[in-house]
C-alpha cells in the first residue's frame, strides 16, 4: 500500500481547529503547505520513529 493511500485510510475525522493549541495549528498549516513528496517525506519520518518505539 502507498504511503498516500495509507494516509488517507488511517485519517481521522477532520479534527476542530479550537481543539488544537497554537503549536499543533503551526504544524498542521505548515505540513498543508507541503507538496505531496514533501508530505509522504514527513509520514515515512514519522512511522520509522514510531516503528523504533
Known sequence: MSVMKEVQTNQPERIEPRELSQRERMIVQMFRRLDEQGREDIIRF????LVAR
Open 46 to 49: 514519522l512511522d520509522a520513529l
